[in-house]
């Protein structure tokens, strides 16, 4: 059997709204609370994943993140309510697309040389 795997970016404006990249972003955010400790955990620099967050929240009708200022507790970052539901709708149409796609594709993975 071979792995089919899509791939949906939604566009907006001349950027990307969201995809699967962005997705993982915000599963690590609300992971590690913090965008700093995402970065880290997807080896990416802080500055890409604040830059991220930031098309995501000016793409979106409402806050996908919110932040809260370091001090003397530090900061963080948490996913809002409407962060949650964007991340679940988007991850169900992710999965619902690659059954769909691999149900269809029977015909054309016999042509792949075994």
């Known amino acids: 059997m071979y792995p089919v795997k899509i791939k949906i970016q939604i566009q907006h404006g001349n950027g990307i709204a969201f995809g699967p990249g962005k997705a993982q972003l915000l599963q690590a955010?609300?992971?590690?609370?913090s965008i700093s400790g995402a970065a880290k955990s997807m080896n990416m620099s802080y500055k890409r994943a604040w830059d991220l967050v930031m098309v995501m929240n000016a793409s979106?009708?409402?806050p996908l993140v919110t932040t809260v200022i370091g001090?003397?507790?530090?900061?963080g970052a948490t996913l809002t309510s409407f962060g949650h539901h964007v991340?679940?709708?988007y991850?169900?149409?992710q999965a619902k697309s690659e059954q769909y796609?691999?149900?269809e594709m029977h015909d054309f993975l016999?042509?792949?040389?075994?």
């Open 29 to 33: 955010i609300s992971g590690h609370g």
């Open 60 to 62: 979106f009708k409402e």
């Open 71 to 75: 001090g003397s507790h530090g900061g």
């Open 87 to 89: 991340l679940k709708e």
């Open 91 to 93: 991850l169900s149409i």
């Open 101 to 103: 796609v691999f149900s």
């Open 110 to 114: 016999d042509l792949l040389a075994r």
